[in-house]
């Protein structure tokens, strides 16, 4: 076991960490592009309306419960230690992957068990993230730290495509298996963070804020949730935002979320530092955050469906195949990561964040313009770079970003600061599906029923059967494109496809129909989609280079240790400003 003060003992501390997220990350995705394996194993129709529930719940249950706990348990860590928390999500992660794997039960029973629990593990996932960032920065000295967060946090990025490519491959072996790999990874990074890792932040103890944290939660999650069945259909309508469940949780939970902010401000210990967005490049940054996540993870939604609903079907590979392949043709996105990301913490210890977090969101945003240009039957080198550099935006983004949100707050306050970092990311991801569904579910509705219509009457399909297929809400679709399958078969049944031609019937069911007829309104809906995207990453741009301004020092230490941090970041910018912000006796500022 390595000493706090050994000079090994940081890269110790970083190698755990990112461990740690990637384990986080990989769980957020790999379930993401195992569904369809996941749906047959259990016995889930994913077409039949009821169930569409099941499958935003085991996409989303995951990440807003980490959305809603990072805060609280990054704050935790500031009271308590953070390596207890980190380590408790280690064995968290661990006993769950095996509760997961041995499902005992199908249909919507299967389902429901395997999503609670998922939000069991999306504890222990929180867990982790909450604390990682802030264990890396109390561990390396201001002069290190954006390259070793800039590690840290890209393999939390890559970890959501490398978990892609695994849940393919694992898939086509047994559906379990996507569970199963986080077993040994678990325990053997328990037991290393265990014997390794030490607290060495500041710690302060302080009363847990209640209230804070139960309307933090109750609002957040209704919020969320408001956001998730919005894209359901409701009483006619392609889409469900005039459903009173939806509309009672969208208002609700915004009136919730003010009262959380009222109370933050009127207890001593807030879970959530309100007096952190004094400082503008913390406010700026986490905004840039927030349009990030958006941005990303919408991308991200529409490039599998646009691979395994559309390109890859078109190109010959069979649907069962497709989840395989649709992650190994992601990989020029996550080497994008890998390359920009730890390069661009290094570069940024030494000419400043602000340039380089501007800068990828900048980077990315031209790789939505040129995705916007590509047809959908795309050339396959010409897509590859396009995501290659949509990837390399990313990761020139992510570790500044970070760097520059750690080092604007006080050394006791990381955990939390950490905490709304995740908080802001998470939420992203979550906002992406109902943000990019909506969009990709309007320009369906306007274009899809027509397409379908006129395709099945030109295959011989009588024309009241059609009509009646054609009014299938577009979001079965958008889902069976995203399962990657042809749900043909299914919405004509067996007696109509048997009274048709052989030809017009393997026509109809084969790799080629469905592909080519939602090619086209599905790109119409990519162009609305891409250019929000591209509007959301110009904003975080902007809201990076947003400069700090000092403001009169309150007789509260903590703010003023925050405000003379502002300060001195604005006057020298190529000072880490969370050196200010740390106690002479920190570990975190010893050089190793």
Known sequence: MLAVDHPRYKWVALSNTTLGNLLATINSSIVLISLPAIFKGIEIDPLAPGNVSYLLWMLMGYMLV???????????????GRVKIYNAG???????????????????????????????????????????????????????RGMALGVNIVSALAGSFIGLVAGGVLAEWD????????IPLGVIGAIWAYRSLHDTGVRRQSRIDWWGNLTFAIGLTAALVGITYGIQPYGGHTQGWTNPWVLTGLIGGAAVLVLFGIIETRVAEPMFPLRLFRNAAFTG????????????????????????????????????????????????????????????????????????AAGGLLVMALSFAGLLLVPGDFSYPVFAVLIFVNGLGGGLFSAPNTSL?????????????????????NAGQVLSIGVFFSLMVAG??????????????????????????????????????????????????????????????????????????????????????????????????????????????????????????????????????ARIAEPLDDPATRDQ
Do not use: C
């Open 66 to 80: 980490t959305a809603v706990l990072v805060v609280t348990l990054g704050r935790l860590g500031d009271m308590y």
């Open 90 to 144: 280690f064995a968290i992660f661990a006993v769950v992957s095996i509760v997961l794997s041995v499902d005992p039960f199908t249909g919507g029973t299967g389902a429901v068990w395997l999503i609670g629990w998922r939000v069991a593990q999306a504890i222990g996932g929180a867990m982790l993230m909450a604390n990682s960032a802030a264990i890396i920065t109390d561990a390396f000295p201001p002069r290190q």
């Open 175 to 182: 559906w379990r298996s996507v569970f199963w790999v986080n």
């Open 285 to 356: 940054g986490n905004l840039a955050n927030l349009l990030a996540s958006i941005a990303r993870g919408g991308l991200q939604f529409m490039l599998i469906i646009w691979l395994q609903g559309i390109w890859l079907p078109l190109h010959g590979y069979d649907y069962e195949q497709t989840p395989l392949w649709a992650g190994i043709y992601l990989v020029p996105m996550t080497i994008g990561f890998l390359v920009a990301g730890p390069l661009s913490g290094f570069l940024s210890d030494r000419f400043g964040a602000r340039p380089f």
């Open 405 to 425: 949100l750690m080092s604007t707050v006080p050394a006791n306050m990381r955990g939390a600061a950490s905490g709304m970092r995740a908080t802001f990311m």
């Open 444 to 577: 369906l509705a306007d274009s899809l029923p027509a397409s379908l219509h006129a395709g099945l009457t030109a295959q011989g399909v009588p024309a009241d059967v059609a009509a009646r297929a054609a009014e299938v809400p577009p979001v079965g679709t958008l889902f069976a494109a995203f399962l990657g399958y042809n749900p043909i078969a299914e919405l004509l049944g067996p007696q109509v496809l048997g009274a048709l031609p052989a030809g017009h019937a393997a026509q109809l069911t084969g790799l080629q129909f469905f592909p080519r007829l939602i090619a086209d309104p599905f790109h119409d809906g990519l162009v609305v989609v891409f250019w929000m995207a591209i509007g959301m990453a110009v904003l975080g741009a902007l809201a990076s280079l947003i400069k700090p301004k000092p403001v009169a020092a309150g007789n509260d230490p903590v703010t003023h240790e925050a405000e003379l941090s502002a300060e001195i970041s604005e006057a020298q910018p190529l000072l880490p400003a």
